[in-house]
């Protein structure tokens, strides 16, 4: 009798990760893993980085090689070698030698896709344009180095996503001049308008060259021409305006491909062939929002996925635990800022018509009485009849990845907003707050959900003052002289408790820097019959809205 | 009417929480808070780093004074005074004036205790001793840092828990010659002996004169006499052995303490006279693992449970959710080191009878291709039958914080040990892995839940060698020369694959540096029907055992 054999069609992330964990639960089966590029189990996620400099040598990113996986796990590993073709009848794959062009036949008794995802068509270009390129491999980081090395001194990166803004930071700390051109009114798409303020504060501050709501049109021998009519002059272009999933020997093969335009994959990893499993970018994974099937393309994602379907082959679905729901936390640094997001924004479920909650906080990462405090920004969205948590971002420093650890988890285990006030979190004045972040955003959530608290958002804040509501600042006068929100009566919190000032009748809205006080001043005046509310986040929340929205901050 | 009048016993931490929330919840009630030192809401947590000049300006300390909750808040807050009895039929405290000597009779419609805990009794001293000073209150900095600034270069400090690691921490920051005297056999109780291993060799690369498994029996004018009988000059006693729950003012009053010692609280905060409430270090919680009484002495818990008890005062019970369990999260900062412990240790897990499989790994916190990335000691205790998990130690530098948190709520929650290897953590190469240090220690429980892992724990090594067990080590041959464990053979993985070398017969253990090509070799030797075990945590683990049980490092 032959042992059985699993091919893997690609050879990173998913693949490998299925191939490593097969070994170890079968030390007999044959395993082949097929990979059309030259390079297997590439750092990818690290390439832009190696663009940077910041990771200084090349064979970092290269953390294995066919020889040291055949040595250590016993696996046949081939690379610049493709599956064109699938007989799903016959169990068998065409295997195509790029070196050699030879084909061949090969019989499986278990399929493991995981063939990641293909760039979107490249801008129209002339014939003589500058380089077109994307960041996706070994290869394309060593062309996009040589350029450099060559004397390339400006880029434009079109796309304002993760891999853009890592290019950018990257192209950046070479000392390129670099341009970015996006299509949305803001960088990264997860992020809702007012909470990418200080994304697009930061890159200014590094004297990135922004265009958004633009596009390329065209590019030239010497230059890039935007939909705006902008002419930017460039030595390269760097194409990171997405990609999709690699689905055509799936989907040749007959395979079903789901809603989201993904694999089609059970909760096994299993595509409706059930001797074939799909890992990775190219497979749908279900949303933890809407339970509904969506393209999430996370590396942590596709290496879990590539565990379960070892899993499947060698033990039986009967033994493995069911994939959970994707929540699609994303962290990304653009040079000193850290962004993080999970499950959906306010934008999303306003598309979808998804009933939701809003809440802005600006607390400090630790202690604020210990040195060294950074604020960070946070946005919570929640379900209002069930008090479940849709969705978080934050922007900050430090600690942004802790908090948004955090809240990914409370959403796999389906805490409650208000309940994020109890959570036991670490504490000592070097690392948090006795009340952390992520506490304090369940105290305002709770304060929302029992109407404690009635907030405005910054978005609706001109209607409510033009239908008559007065806006009072309970801000210091040092504070409101470093910027204030126009029409705005400078009433500070004590003054209105000791009641000095005359208030005029009607509405009222208040507000501080970041919510706090003006929840205090809000409690105040609706003990004294007042009908009040607070303006969420406070002027920082306020203040970034307006960077978006006007294009400029005060 | 008269409006209702809340009276709270103790000014810091719980008790000004309970202050503010009741005063945001209800405007009209007269809130009183009395307070027996000089100083309210004070950042207890901070005061060591002020006497190490991490925190510079004393005035940071400071958070509020009585003038600036009255102000804001409109609280009525007495420092210096103390209530010193309840008269529960009559609803009234008798409050003591420590300034002038006066006392007054003043009643209430509930009273809320936050008394806090008290120091255990000074060793031995005679009268001319050098100064025992505690660490806990403004005027004991006050103290410590005058008695530095009149020219004390040395001292003693008295117990390796928080306090104390702390006090060592900031003394030998401002050039203090320091000595610890510890009663255990390694600093910090809520770590187990192997997990301590760094934090002993981190005190001594500080030059910390270490006294473990002994304790003060004297102290005289110029120096501190030990059980030993060493001998420690010193120029002043930093006393951090530890406090009790202060429960006089509840005992004599007839409230009902609990089992371990504290005051017994329901999940809403009230004593056993339900108009009286406690809140904070002096008050009993319940144990996540055990479901039993417990003293759990965090800051954390006590802002949160005097939040829960103004919001039962203002709102009533079925408005306000019952408290959780207490999983006890602890963070510390030891120079360069930063430890964290959740739930139970192992030592307690023993001592309870608690049934409990150990795992032990040594991750990098981020990618290890990119720069920068520091090695941490996880070890994870787990319930056999029902694969929870009952506690977890961390050990390391960066990102020691957020791993905590996650399994703080993995454990609040009731997430399995298998399931943490299928959370979904943040990942970008500056912050972690795709497979996060918190998912790989999911991988080690689900490889032992199911028994695809067979372990040797690093104490047990000796006896299964004794026994007639071959020891192989698979690392390389650089690692081995760099240190390795007395007896074990050389046999480095990738030729344990080729089989090059023969193996002895007989059970086996293999080793490597953390445990993971250990498990690979282990896999391996299995599938070819070898009786064969992995040492848990590999070297590193085996190690660190060895430095606390052997009292060197080799």
Known sequence: MTAARTIIVGGVAGGMSAATRLRRLDDAREIIVIERGPHVSFANCGLP?????????RSALLLQTPQTLGARFGLDVRVRTEVVAIDRVA???????????ADRTMTYDQLILSPGSVPVPPPPADEDSVPILTLRTIDDVDDIVARLDAGARRAVVAGGGF?????????????????????????????????AGPVIDELRRHDIDLHLADEITHVSATAVTLASGAQI????????????????????????LGPSGGIAVDPWQRTSDHRIFAVGDAVEKVDVVSGAPALVTMAGLANRHGRTAADVIALGTDAVDA?????????????DLVIATVGAGEARLRAEGRPHRVLHTHPTDHAGYFPGAERMSMKLLVGPSDD????AQIVGGRGVDRRIDVLSLAMQTGVSASRLSRLELAYAPP????????????????NLRTGLTRAVQWHE??????????????RSPAEVAAGAIPGSTNIPLDDLRAGTTPLPDGPLVVHCQVGQRGHTAARLLAGAGRDVRNLDGGYLTWLAGRTVTEGTRS
């Open 49 to 57: 980085y190696y663009v940077g400099g910041e990771i200084e040598d």
């Open 91 to 101: 169990r068998a794959v065409r295997v195509h030698d790029l070196a050699t062009g």
């Open 163 to 195: 891999i853009g803004l890592e290019a950018v930071e990257n192209l950046a700390r070479r000392g390129i001049r670099v341009s970015l051109v996006h299509r949305g009114s803001h960088p990264f798409r997860p992020l809702d308008a007012e909470m």
């Open 233 to 256: 002059e460039t030595d390269l272009v760097i194409d990171a305006r997405g990609t999709r999933p690699d689905t055509a020997l799936a989907a040749a093969a007959g395979l079903a």
């Open 323 to 335: 994939a959970d729901d994707a929540t699609g936390l994303a962290i990304l640094r653009v040079f």
């Open 388 to 391: 479940r948590i849709l969705g």
């Open 431 to 446: 690392f948090g707050s006795a009340k952390d972040p992520v506490n304090q955003l369940g105290y305002v959530a709770d």
């Open 461 to 474: 804040l001109a209607g409510v003052l033009a239908e008559g509501a007065t806006l009072i600042d309970v």
